[in-house]
Each structure stands twice: as structure tokens, then as C-alpha cells.
């Protein structure tokens, strides 16, 4: 290990200067979601709460904004809202497995000793491996015996990588991610007594890649990507994310049961209706038992752009994750997050009737969080308007709507106008949205310039926009059908990132 940092700080150094400072001039980069200090960023990896710490690692190049021999970065937190970067916790071999990348993975803790187990990727292979940590879980060592699974299953599979590992009646249990040509997604299941030595068991569970396409939202794809197992209030969920020969596609879960060495599922669902906006999340759960999940958040602009900008891929917020009494995952952001409100304005209740239009010139900006409830006449919705040019020519839309039938609604984000700049994705994403009797929606939305979530009745949608205009910062609301506002409260956030940060802490 020692060598490969040598090599690989041998290479930063050779590496284009200015990453970092450039990262910080751009407008689109977010100041209070977790961001690389420069270079790329994807998944969220070894989340833990660790001696009251919370560690969140990530796949990370520090040497250019693309997909290239990833390293893990490292970040902590005491409150899950402002992070303090560490040493690069994994950094490619100059030979060995993972000589190619340290690809996605967890960290557990093996009777005090922090250990990783990722994927180590050579060629167009990734096998398992394993590092263990300091007691401070600042320097890592990569384990001799790597890879520690010498190959995979027997079979035509479309890929083999991420990890979902935890502790169960005093045996390490083990999910690869994994494919089987022709047939769909899958979770091998290992076991081992001491995370080097593991005994393959059997698929969790298969998916069906003929019951779908690409084009459906709910298409389980070829290949499992960032598998996480939980149990939470008493139902278990089994999350990935849906890949097709190499492209990404949506996370999903499975709400049903994980019994011996099978998981029965009862349903599939979406994780977030930003499709791939929220992608590989993973999960831990706290000190505090809280399910926390983040997830990466892929930028929406071209190649061009993001080599231009110097930094590319931003964390989610955090999200407390519980079961809905629809059972179905309900998320929100921490409440921590709170800490960084400033400037509150509240409107005090209002109702708006068919066809009206409200600015609220109080509240403006590209830094905001937006709470607010409504409540919706049958066939009518309400769209908040944020991040609008003086003019009108780039605004965003987050519609919430409810049926004729009083008693479904549908949650969209439209982003045809979010931008003047034709090159960025601007396809809306849109999913279901639960509503009970009244039509009430609770809707909080977080805009972090280019970073967008948004929170509705426990349903969430993440993703990116860009808008040009310096001045794109307006805030409104539109009715269809008579529409009750029963609260509208809104903040400025702080920012938690402002100047350059080294790229290799
Ligand atoms: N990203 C990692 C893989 C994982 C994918 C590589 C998901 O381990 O399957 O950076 O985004």
C-alpha cells in the first residue's frame, strides 16, 4: 500500500494543475451537498457511524473529471452536515486487482478492526477484496491475500462487483451484484467466517430481464449494481441499482422477506423518480438507529462541460429512510440539515384560486429550502416555479397534481425551461405521488445550484439542472383548480464549501 500511494502521489503530482480552483468558479457547483474536492465523484461507499463519527467514502479520481482508475475518497462528519476530507483511503495497485480501480464497497467492523471490502477491477474484471483500517480509520492496508474470491460463480454473467456485507448468528454473510446473461440481475450470496475465506451459497434472488426494456421505469436490467440489504420497522428491502451493458439506469428495491439464504419478494418499487439522478445508493444505520442512505447524484451535461469545470458528481443530502404506512420506503433529508437555515421568510397560509399566479419575492435564490404544504382540489395541482429569470425564459417546475379522483396524485419535475443551454438533459422525470383523503402534499424542495431534491409525502426525486441566467433565481407558485396553502416557509442555506480544497487530502 505503501508503494502505491507513492506511485499514485507520483501521478497527482503530474497531474493537471488547477482542478480545485477551477472546481470552486464554477456557478453550477453546489455549497452545501458533499462535493469532491475536485475531479470526479460516483458512489457513495463504506458508510458508517463509527465512535461517533460518521465516515462516508467515495468513489473519487483526483486527477481528472472522468471515470478513470478510481480511488476511494474519504470525508467525516459529526453531524452529517458539515464534512472534513480525509486521506484517500484506497488508491489503485500499481499491480495486483485492483490495478485498475477500487470499485464500490461497504465497511464493517470485524471485532474493532475497520475493514473494507470493494471491488479491485483489472481489465474488465472486478473481483472482491479487503483493506483494514487504523483505529482512526485514516490509513489502509490492502490485504495480501486479495482477491479475496478468486473467481466468480460458474456461469455467463454480465458482471460481478459491489458488496453488501453484515454480521448474522456469528458469520459474515456476503451479496456480490451480479447478472446472468439472458436471464436478469442477481445477488450471489457468500459466506466466510473471517471476510477472507468465503463459501458461495447461492443467488439471494434473480430478476426477469425479458419482463421489461430499458425504455420501463421499473426494469430490473441485466445486472445488479451496489446491492444493500436491510431490514427496517420490520420488512426487508433489497436495493440496487438496474444496469444494462454499461449503462445506468434506476435505483429500485424489493419490499418482501430475507429468510435462510432467499429473499421473496412482495414488490418492486422506486427509489427515487430521478431515475438515474439518484443512483448506487447505499446505506448504514446510525448510532442513533436511523436508516441513513445517500446516494450520487450524476451530473446531467456533457463531457465537455464537466472536463471544462474541473469537478463532476455531487453526494445527496443525507436521508433518514423509514417504511411508510403504505409500505413503501419513505425518505426526507436529515433533520440536521436544518442547522443551515438562514433568513426564514413564511407566508402564513393562503389560498389561491384556478388559474393564479403568486411570486414570492421574498424568497429568491440558488441556495434555498422550500417547506411547504398544500392542499389540492380534485383535478387541479400546484407548480412551484424555482430557480426563474427575471423574464421568464429559464424556470424550473416541480408540479404536484391530483387525479379527478381525489385520491392519486402524480409528482413531476419539468426541466424543458430549466436551461437556455440546449446541450444539458432536460427530460422531465415524474413517478406517483400518494395523497390521503384531503389532498394534502407535504413538498419540501432543496435547490443547491446545479443540485436539486425534492421530498413529497415521503416519495423523492433528485436531480440536475443548470440554468444560464445569472439572475435565475425567482420563486412562485401557479394553481389549477382552487389550491390551499397551508404553509410556506423558506430559507437561505449557508454554504458549507466555498474555496479550493486539496485535491489529495
Ligand atoms: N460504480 C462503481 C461500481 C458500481 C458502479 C464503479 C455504480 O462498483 O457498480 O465506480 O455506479
Not at 160 to 179: K, Y
Not at 268 to 288: M, W
Not at 461 to 467: C, D, F, K
Request: overall charge negative; proline content about 6%.
Amino acid at each position: 500500500m505503501t508503494h502505491d500511494l507513492t506511485q499514485a502521489r507520483a501521478r497527482h503530482e503530474d497531474a493537471p494543475k488547477g482542478l480545485a480552483e477551477r472546481a470552486v468558479l464554477d456557478p453550477h457547483r453546489p455549497r452545501f451537498h458533499f462535493t469532491a474536492p475536485g475531479g470526479w465523484l460516483n458512489d457513495p461507499n463504506g458508510l458508517a457511524h463509527w465512535d461517533g463519527v460518521y465516515h462516508l467514502f467515495y468513489q473519487y479520481n483526483p486527477l481528472a473529471a472522468a471515470h478513470h482508475r478510481i480511488h476511494w475518497g474519504h470525508a467525516t462528519s459529526r453531524d452529517l452536515v458539515s464534512w472534513t476530507d480525509e486521506p484517500v483511503a484506497l488508491v489503485p495497485g500499481s499491480e495486483g486487482p485492483d490495478r485498475d480501480g477500487c470499485w464500490s464497497g461497504v465497511l464493517v467492523d470485524d471485532a474493532g478492526t475497520p475493514t473494507l471490502v470493494y471491488s479491485g477491477r483489472h481489465g474488465e474484471r472486478e473481483l472482491p477484496c479487503v483493506a483494514t483500517g487504523s483505529p482512526d480509520l485514516r490509513s489502509w492496508r490492502k490485504d495480501p491475500a486479495n482477491p479475496v474470491i478468486a473467481a466468480p460463480p460458474e456461469g455467463d454473467l454480465t458482471a460481478f462487483r459491489d458488496h453488501c456485507v453484515w454480521r448474522e448468528n456469528g458469520t459474515w454473510r456476503h451479496l456480490v451484484g451480479s447478472g446472468i446473461r439472458g436471464v436478469g440481475g442477481t445477488a450471489f450470496l457468500y459466506e466466510s467466517e473471517d471476510l477472507r475465506d468465503w463459501r458461495y451459497v447461492g443467488p439471494l434472488l434473480t430478476g426477469d430481464a425479458s419482463s421489461g426494456t430499458a425504455a420501463d421505469l421499473d426494469w430490473t436490467g441485466t445486472m445488479w449494481e451496489c446491492v444493500d440489504l436491510f431490514r427496517i420497522d420490520g420488512a426487508d428491502i433489497l436495493a440496487f441499482s438496474a444496469w444494462d451493458e454499461g449503462t445506468t439506469h434506476y435505483p429500485l428495491y424489493w419490499t418482501g422477506r430475507y429468510e435462510g439464504d432467499t429473499f421473496t419478494p412482495d414488490a418492486l418499487h422506486r427509489l427515487d423518480y430521478g431515475q438515474r439522478y439518484f443512483y448506487a445508493p447505499q446505506s448504514t444505520r446510525d448510532a442513533r438507529g436511523r436508516r441513513v442512505m445517500f446516494g450520487w447524484l450524476q451530473e446531467g451535461r456533457d463531457k465537455d462541460a464537466i472536463a471544462a469545470a474541473g469537478w463532476c458528481g455531487v453526494m445527496s443530502l443525507p436521508r433518514v429512510v423509514t417504511l411508510g404506512a403504505d409500505g413503501q420506503l419513505a425518505q426526507a433529508p436529515v433533520p440536521e440539515l436544518a442547522r443551515l437555515r438562514r433568513d426564514a421568510v413564511r407566508t402564513g397560509a393562503f389560498t389561491m384560486a384556478d388559474g393564479t399566479h403568486v411570486g414570492l419575492d421574498d424568497v429568491s435564490g440558488d441556495q434555498l429550502d422550500i417547506e411547504t404544504t398544500l392542499r389540492i382540489a380534485p383535478g387541479g395541482s400546484a407548480r412551484l416555479v424555482v430557480r426563474e429569470s427575471a423574464d421568464g425564459s429559464e424556470r424550473t417546475v416541480i408540479e404536484v397534481s391530483r387525479a379527478a379522483d381525489g385520491i392519486t396524485g402524480t409528482l413531476s419535475l419539468h426541466r424543458e425551461t430549466s436551461s437556455l443551454d440546449p446541450s444539458v438533459d432536460s427530460e422531465p422525470r415524474y413517478g406517483e405521488l400518494p395523497l390521503t383523503g384531503d389532498g394534502a402534499v407535504d413538498l419540501r424542495v432543496l435547490i443547491d445550484h446545479s443540485a436539486l431534491e425534492i421530498f413529497a409525502n415521503g416519495r423523492a426525486l433528485a436531480a440536475r439542472i443548470y440554468p444560464t441566467r445569472p439572475d435565475a433565481l425567482g420563486v412562485g407558485i401557479r394553481a389549477a383548480g382552487i389550491v390551499a396553502v397551508e404553509r410556506f416557509d423558506a430559507w437561505r442555506m449557508a454554504a458549507l464549501f466555498d474555496g479550493p480544497r486539496p485535491l489529495w487530502p
